[in-house]
């Protein structure tokens, strides 16, 4: 496989967050930590950018079991209708509350070394609706402006021609926003042993039926695609 003629990548590193790790985080992914020291590794890359992006919510947040009656984390789901258009819905899974804006869990962790991320990014900071991605919501129709982050344009202004996404979890937050990145134009790819998802093992091989049929590449830290970037003259 020979590299793209034109190859300027980034790296996104998605929501390695306290609220997503054991042994505390109160959504923890199993095994969430493990995937720091990789991540590491790609951000001492010569990435023309890199990004972090943190699930940022408020208290009130609609994902949050807590805030719709006799509802169970885990199992109940909300229907989330657009302000803007109330004929278009979709269903979300709730969860314990997570990630609330200026609590310890919000933050990154700390091993991370977020001394090499050039921004970092926040999302699901409108208490109305979910953003598993970290571009938008899945609200279209029309898109709604307060779920809409800068992570496009940021990556615009770099002239990114490739996307590498990292993170948690693999199952929700890295594959809505592995696909956005593929919808939006960029060359995508997901490095698989920098990702941890919910649903575990079964869980990620579902989401890579998803993200290839979608556009995204799937690619080992010790393939040729890292390894173009080690090539990028810095």
Known sequence: MARPVTFCPALLVVDVQEDFCPPNGSLAVPGGRDVVPLINELLQLPFVLKIATKDHHPPSHVSFASNHPNATPFVTTATITNPAN????????????????????????????????????????DPRVEMYSAFRSPLRDPPLASAVSDLEGRLRAAAVTD????????????????????????????????????????????????????????????????????????
């Open 86 to 125: 109330p004929n278009e819905t979709y269903e979300t899974l709730l969860w314990p509350t997570h990630a609330v804006a200026d609590t310890p869990g919000n933050a990154l962790v700390p091993e991370l070394d977020a001394s090499r991320v050039d921004a970092v990014v926040l999302k699901g900071t």
């Open 163 to 234: 996307v590498f996404v990292v993170g948690l979890a693999g199952d929700y937050c890295v594959k809505n926003t592995a696909r956005d990145s593929a919808e939006l134009g960029w060359r995508t790819c997901v490095v698989e042993e920098g990702v941890r998802s919910v649903g575990g093992v079964e869980g990620w091989a579902q989401t890579v039926v998803e993200l290839e049929g979608a556009g995204v590449e799937i690619v080992k830290a010790d393939g040729p695609e890292v390894g173009w970037v080690k090539e990028v003259v810095a």
